[in-house]
């Protein structure tokens, strides 16, 4: 009846992908977290420490110039962009964001970038310039919502979202059905299927404990502890830039671990 829909128990679907992984850390990727405004940047470093512990291969952060005096000591991972007067990402930090995201197998925008006018046309345009696999969570997705279209439409995109988050995105594309908290999981694998189908954007949503994974229309069903979105994101981009030829399966992998 569901021939879309698996469901994950404490056993991983994709086994092989376990098997398979980089054993070597040189060989388990490299990824690019971007998050903090002046006020803080606690979900680039939750962000930062779930890779690690997802089994990332490399890993650098990217925070606005502002934290650079309360920050360096702290998190001496980080690396730091122009920032507005305000303490968030400013424009002129396209061109070292853009570099940094080059070097990298995988980028993930881990929210609290704040609300600044300036940083959302920073972020617009990051979205319009790099093409590779992006993995978005928290604040950042609200913010881009008014461009939801870019955030749906884009190939090698992920969003792991709560179900207010969804509910909110797929209310900025009009998409015929509500997601709402009070849905049962039949309805929302339904719900998700028929909307990921009209998407290129892969889907992660948490919500009462459960995990919906949606590629392609094909959507994976977990049980989980209660995790934040930061932390679904970051094991999420982890394995999916390590096997990026299957995404459902990375993803649905990634929730093992976390």
Known sequence: ?????????TKPLFPDLLWSRPENKFQAGKLLIIGG???GFSGAAEAYAAAEKAGIGTVRVMLPSSLHKTVS??????????STPSGSFGMSALAELLDAANWADGVLIAGDTGHNSETTQLLEEFLMKYRAQLTLCGDTIATLAPQQARLLDRSHTTLVLTMAELQKLAGAAHHAVAFTSTMGLVQLVEALHDFNKLHAAHVLVSH???AAVAVDGRISTTHIAEQSTTQLAASAATWWLQTPAKAYEALTTSLISV
């Open 1 to 9: 009846m569901h021939s879309h829909w698996q469901q994950q128990g």
């Open 37 to 39: 405004t002046g006020q």
């Open 73 to 82: 000591k702290l998190f001496p991972s980080a690396e730091f962009a122009p």
């Open 208 to 210: 009462d404990q459960t």
